[in-house]
T-cell receptor
């Protein structure tokens, strides 16, 4: 079955530590996205990539980094510079930019 | 700037209708609608691309008034399965935001038996 796989489902970060959230898709989609969702709020775009080896900052990119070396993979690193990382992180993909986005099941990140 | 959704929450009985609105301060290229159930990933409902366009998905339909920079989602004869949080995502016109969606804060819809 085609879909988007995010791992891990739950992640705990210590102070000063970088952590990486995985996002893999087997839908052959060109575009991929990372969103952050805080309780009772909408989705805020962190980074997006329209094609392999290219990505753009979203609205809240500070303290995060990404790479897009393969079409199917778009990992997100939450760096120690992100002072308030506790949130639900959602990865999405679409066939092309501007097409419907399909979401993974999310990773819930908490601070230890 | 994120689009504004109204109302923030709505409670219905099965079979009742509801309208959820999404307004932007910017000219829009498109509006996407998604539904998210508690603890789950958002699920795509529909995209509206042109002014005045109306689309349907089962008993859920939507309109997009390009001139007013607004979209409305219509849920008719609601079912228990319609419960969840509805989000609109907008893409600005003008080309600088190609493929980039900005989401509203969400509308919580609860359907009771």
């Amino acid at each position: 079955d085609g879909g988007i796989t995010q791992s891990p489902k739950y992640l705990f970060r210590k102070e000063g530590q970088n952590v990486t959230l995985s996002c893999e898709q087997n839908l052959n989609h060109d575009a991929m996205y990372w969103y952050r969702q805080d309780p009772g709020q909408g989705l805020r775009l962190i980074y997006y990539s329209q094609i392999v080896n290219d990505f753009q900052k979203g609205d809240i990119a500070e303290g995060y980094s990404v790479s897009r070396e393969k079409k199917e993979s778009f990992p997100l690193t939450v760096t120690s510079a992100q002072k308030n990382p506790t949130a639900f992180y959602l990865c999405a993909s679409s066939m092309r930019p501007r097409q419907p986005q399909h979401f993974g099941d999310g990773t819930r990140l908490s601070i230890l | 700037q994120q689009p504004v959704q109204s109302p923030q929450a709505v409670i219905l009985r099965e079979g009742e209708d509801a309208v959820i609105n999404c307004s932007s301060s910017k000219a829009l290229y498109s509006v996407h609608w998604y539904r998210q159930k508690h603890g789950e990933a958002p699920v795509f409902l529909m995209i509206l691309l042109k002014g005045g366009e109306q689309k349907g998905h089962e008993k859920i339909s939507a309109s997009f008034n390009e001139k007013k920079q607004q979209s409305s989602l219509y849920l008719t004869a609601s079912q228990l399965s319609y419960s969840g949080t509805y989000f609109c995502g907008t893409e600005d016109a003008g080309g600088t935001s190609y493929g980039k969606l900005t989401f509203g804060q969400g509308t919580i819809l609860t359907v009771h038996p």
